[in-house]
Nanobody, 124 residues
Framework: QVQLVESGGGLVQAGGSLRLSCTSSGRSASNYATGWFRQAPGLEREFVAGIKSSGGGTWYAGSVKGRFTISRDNAKKTVYLQMNSLKFEDTAVYYC?????????????????WGQGTQVTVSS
């Protein structure tokens, strides 16, 4: 089975930056598309960014375009989410997920494996 582990979350001031990492453990997910999602307390999980297995295609939620960048290093079995110009409304638990079909999806139902999440808190 594919296991995904997120790291890099923390507490930052508005305007600051964080880089999240999603590393596969136990089995490589390098052939799968990977997405980042986030969920704030009391709200539904929402799509943030996605990347094809090769890294050749990326897609973003409108709320993070120009501020967040998704990338991957398959040799390290890791997908990154660089978050700049963070806002209070970015506060959430961030999850990475893998899509076996290597699609171009912003829907959580298309992703097959999920990490445990990492907390990002932005102080206003």
């Amino acid at each position: 089975q594919v296991q995904l582990v997120e790291s890099g979350g923390g507490l930052v001031q508005a305007g600051g930056s964080l880089r999240l990492s999603c590393t596969s453990s136990g089995r490589s997910a390098s052939n799968y598309a990977t997405g980042w999602f986030r969920q704030a307390p009391g709200l539904e999980r929402e799509f943030v960014a996605g990347i094809k297995s090769s890294g050749g295609g990326t897609w973003y939620a409108g709320s993070v375009k120009g501020r967040f960048t998704i990338s991957r290093d398959n040799a390290k079995k890791t997908v990154y989410l660089q978050m700049n110009s963070l806002k209070f409304e970015d506060t959430a638990v961030y999850y990475c997920a893998a899509d076996r079909e290597n699609g171009v999806s912003a829907s959580s139902s298309d992703y097959d494996y999920w990490g445990q999440g990492t907390q990002v808190t932005v102080s206003s």
